[in-house]
């Protein structure tokens, strides 16, 4: 691991990891001292979000290409993080967000339906994350609405193939591009209903994301759907989400991404953050790779630290913001747990 890493990096890395490390978790997402400040307030807000990015970034070492935007008092988006946001990258998970709004477009477009039922085989199955191949046993019919959960609740790489069944790669290709995305794309291979996930943009995946959030880019209902699941508690925690109450996760649409390839670990992470009455008020993209630590894929990377540091200060930032001028709307029942019955 360490041959693809520089001196550089490598101890920005290791200082990362034993302050954080010797930290109480209370602790772990205060490394800058101002990010717990009472009332930060609208108008340094931004500038309290860029120095702890850089703070991150430096302390985490790798290459980061980012985007991040937040509504103002008067409800105007403006740019608050623009760090190479045009680079084009391996978007690895964060890229099922686009297959999985390839999906709903055809949706939309009444030539697929949520309830459609598809067979799930053992020749389709896929390890990595996710949850179908820990069942062993297989042959079980599910729908449409059931793998595009597994897709985002939590990263199934079965449903990717399952997603590819109803919507082949280059038909994935042609919706986004007709969307306007100029480079988020999936990568084809030989059979037509496979695909790698392919590359994007943090300024593109920012635009999916608002797009998304604003009900602009698919159905209302659609969009519904697919922001139900990526707020949901049940998803995703050691980024982001990790120093939030249960009812401060529910506001945090996210999605996370990790592998690695010759250059070191990728570690990736975008998302929308909704304010009390649901209204779309901060994106965040952030895609790190050139990293260590290759076979941690849990919350102790230093990058998924710097996620976690990142995701506290920009939900205090947002706390006092309202987007009173944005039309589009998004909530989610709060988590009442059931004991069977």
Same mark, same amino acid.
């Given at each position: 691991?360490?041959?693809?890493?520089?001196?550089?990096?490598?101890?920005?890395?290791?200082?990362?990891?034993?302050?954080?490390?010797?930290?109480?978790?209370?602790?772990?997402?205060?490394?800058?001292?101002?990010?717990?400040?009472?009332?930060?307030?609208?108008?340094?807000?931004?500038?309290? #979000?860029?120095?702890?990015?850089?703070?991150?970034?430096?302390?985490?070492?790798?290459?980061?290409?980012?985007?991040?935007?937040? +509504?103002?008092?008067?409800?105007?988006?403006?740019?608050?993080?623009? *760090? *190479?946001?045009?680079? +084009?990258?391996?978007?690895?998970?964060?890229?099922?967000?686009?297959?999985?709004?390839?999906?709903?477009?055809? #949706?939309?477009?009444?030539?697929?339906?949520? %309830?459609?039922?598809?067979?799930?085989?053992?020749? #389709?199955? /896929?390890?990595?994350?996710?949850?179908?191949?820990?069942?062993?046993?297989?042959?079980?019919?599910?729908?449409?609405?059931?793998? /595009?959960?597994?897709?985002?609740?939590?990263?199934? $790489?079965?449903?990717?193939?399952?997603?590819?069944?109803?919507?082949?790669?280059?038909?994935?290709?042609? #919706?986004?591009?007709?969307?306007?995305?100029?480079?988020?794309?999936?990568?084809?291979?030989? $059979?037509?209903?496979?695909?790698?996930?392919?590359?994007?943009?943090?300024?593109?995946?920012? %635009?999916?994301?608002?797009?998304l959030a604003n009900k602009?880019?698919?159905?209302?209902?659609?969009? *519904?759907?697919?922001?139900?699941?990526?707020?949901?508690? @049940?998803?995703?925690?050691?980024?982001?989400?990790?120093?939030?109450?249960?009812?401060?996760?529910?506001?945090?649409?996210?999605?996370?991404?990790?592998?690695?390839?010759?250059?070191?670990?990728?570690?990736?992470?975008?998302?929308?953050?909704? *304010?009390?009455?649901?209204?779309?008020?901060?994106?965040?993209?952030?895609?790190?790779?050139?990293?260590?630590? /290759?076979? $941690?894929?849990?919350?102790?990377?230093?990058?998924?630290?710097?996620?976690?540091?990142?995701?506290?200060?920009?939900?205090?930032?947002?706390?006092?913001?309202? @987007?009173?001028?944005?039309r589009a709307r998004h909530?989610?029942?709060?988590? $009442?747990?059931?004991?069977?019955?």
């Amino acid at each position: 691991m360490a041959k693809h890493v520089s001196r550089r990096a490598a101890i920005g890395i290791g200082a990362a990891a034993a302050a954080l490390v010797t930290a109480p978790r209370s602790a772990a997402a205060s490394s800058d001292p101002a990010a717990h400040a009472a009332g930060p307030g609208v108008s340094r807000g931004p500038e309290l #979000i860029r120095s702890t990015y850089r703070q991150q970034k430096a302390r985490t070492g790798g290459v980061w290409h980012s985007h991040v935007a937040m +509504v103002d008092s008067a409800g105007t988006l403006d740019v608050v993080v623009s *760090d *190479d946001a045009d680079r +084009v990258t391996h978007g690895y998970s964060v890229q099922k967000l686009a297959v999985a709004v390839a999906v709903m477009d055809k #949706i939309d477009r009444g030539e697929l339906r949520l %309830d459609q039922r598809l067979d799930l085989t053992a020749d #389709i199955i /896929l390890g990595g994350s996710g949850i179908y191949f820990l069942q062993t046993v297989w042959g079980d019919e599910v729908t449409v609405a059931n793998f /595009l959960t597994a897709l985002l609740l939590v990263s199934d $790489n079965t449903a990717v193939r399952m997603c590819g069944r109803v919507v082949p790669a280059l038909e994935i290709n042609q #919706i986004l591009a007709a969307k306007g995305f100029t480079h988020t794309r999936v990568e084809p291979v030989a $059979n037509p209903n496979r695909f790698f996930l392919g590359v994007t943009t943090p300024r593109e995946t920012h %635009d999916l994301l608002w797009r998304l959030a604003n009900k602009t880019l698919l159905s209302v209902r659609s969009s *519904d759907f697919l922001l139900g699941i990526l707020r949901w508690i @049940n998803g995703y925690h050691d980024g982001i989400r990790r120093e939030m109450s249960s009812a401060e996760r529910s506001r945090v649409a996210t999605k996370y991404g990790a592998d690695f390839d010759t250059s070191g670990a990728a570690r990736h992470e975008a998302g929308i953050m909704f *304010d009390a009455a649901g209204a779309p008020t901060l994106t965040y993209a952030f895609f790190a790779d050139s990293l260590g630590d /290759l076979d $941690n894929y849990g919350g102790t990377h230093p990058a998924v630290r710097a996620h976690a540091v990142l995701g506290r200060v920009m939900l205090d930032v947002v706390g006092p913001v309202a @987007n009173r001028v944005g039309r589009a709307r998004h909530t989610v029942r709060p988590f $009442n747990p059931v004991d069977g019955g």
